[in-house]
């Protein structure tokens, strides 16, 4: 039986954003031998209520896989966690969706920096023009961007990214079937045929609720490195899409605007609040090309400790140059790395890579690098920064 047949039947039982079934899978393992435990199997697991079992029950595997068929019938691929192309940064969110409905490419969002843009629906023709700016030039270098394909800002962001390079993600509030905001189909026919995807987690048909939307918002900024947020009101959607990303601990950008509008409100608070500014898309660029100032500035003992082993050869942690072959030879040595791990350890210097570039280096793929990046820094070997940046740590006292 094909196993997203499973994933199916979980998401038939489970509303949109619940966190259920990467629970039943994480325990299990198996959802096939989860499936044919029945009943009492499924009540041995306590967060199930009484409701969660008689939806378990009332649809069995058989439908499932008839869905299936229809999807692949009709031009549409169904994917899940354990599908290779499920991208391991939504997995990574506490509420992954089971299955994704898919028309198009789905991009390798675990190879490439990708770049959520989202703001309101009715707003001013600078924040327009600003998006779909911002968008284009951020496609030229080869950043996927993530809307949800509504008018406003979704629109110019996709506009923006259908003119550079690379593909483009409309994540959908409705099913692929479903007749929504017909005035953009053409958008989205544009999206597909450019090498982008239109996904959503909603069996085809399903139609639009105030509820769709906001559970769709937690797949936009689960999907990105970061969520940009272009205009929006202090309560709003789109201020739902950054709280997401915060939750998420992704990245969070704003563009200022003008405090006299109430779709500044929105991005200005978050400027506030931390959120890195955005002016131009080479702020966004350039975040991600280097470590962080503040990061640095509030370690000033780590800064002293660089500068003590620069100058001074013999010092405790290193007796060679920072970043030289000699360091990481005895990193290597002391933890009997083998393998991916020593083949990353290699790769990493003490600036942080993205793991795109780390791929470069190493033809690691993406799930490889993710993988032993978690072991290595349970060890303390390497260290992660926002925005799957990884660097060699630079406190290792050998």
């Not at 929006?232 to 601990?249: C, D, V």
């Not at 200022?256 to 702020?283: C, F, Q, W």
Request: glycine share 6%; aromatic share 8%.
């Amino acid at each position: 039986m094909d196993r997203r047949a499973y994933w199916l039947w979980l998401q038939h039982a489970f509303p949109a954003g619940s966190s259920k079934p990467k629970s039943i899978f994480n325990r299990y393992n198996n959802l096939k031998e989860f499936y044919e435990g029945g009943p009492s199997k499924w009540a041995s697991l306590s967060f199930l209520t009484d409701n969660d079992l008689t939806l378990l029950a009332s649809y069995n595997i058989n439908q499932a896989k008839a869905t299936l068929e229809y999807c692949e019938n009709m031009d549409m691929r169904v994917i899940c966690p354990e599908c290779a192309d499920y991208p391991e940064a939504l997995w990574n969110i506490k509420d992954p969706p089971a299955v994704l409905y898919v028309r198009g490419e789905m991009p390798d969002f675990d190879a490439n920096l990708s770049i959520a843009v989202v703001g309101s629906r009715k707003t001013s023709e600078l924040s327009l023009k600003t998006a779909e700016e911002i968008c284009y030039n951020l496609s030229k270098e080869e950043v996927i961007i993530v809307s949800g394909g509504a008018v406003g800002i979704d629109t110019a962001a996709h506009k923006g990214a259908l003119m550079g390079i690379a593909p483009t993600v409309a994540v959908l509030g409705c099913g692929l079937e479903f007749p929504y905001l017909l005035e953009n189909e053409l958008l989205r026919q544009k999206i597909v045929s450019k090498g982008g995807a239109l996904i959503t987690e909603y069996p085809p048909s399903m139609g639009v609720t105030k509820g769709t939307f906001q559970a769709r918002n937690r797949i936009i900024s689960g999907l990105a490195n970061g969520t940009l947020i272009v205009s929006a009101e202090k309560k709003s959607g789109t201020m739902i899409t950054a709280r997401r990303a915060t939750e998420q601990n992704k990245d969070l950008f704003a563009v200022p605007g003008n405090p006299a509008l109430p779709t500044s409100e929105g991005p200005n608070n978050l400027i506030k609040d931390g959120a890195t500014p955005v002016t131009s898309y080479m702020d966004i660029m350039e975040y991600y090309a280097c470590v962080k100032t503040k990061d640095i500035e509030n370690k000033e003992e780590t800064v002293q400790l660089l500068l003590d082993e620069l100058i001074e050869p013999n010092a405790k942690n290193n007796e060679n140059t920072l970043g030289s072959s000699d360091y990481k030879d005895k990193i290597i040595s002391q933890f009997g790395l083998t393998g991916a791990a020593k083949v990353l350890v290699e790769a990493l210097e003490f600036e942080p890579l993205h793991i795109s570039r780390i791929s470069e280096k190493t033809a690691l793929s993406a799930k490889e690098i993710l993988s032993v990046a978690t072991e290595l820094e349970l060890l303390d070997i390497i260290v992660a920064y926002s925005g799957q940046r990884y660097a060699l740590n630079n406190n290792i006292i050998l």
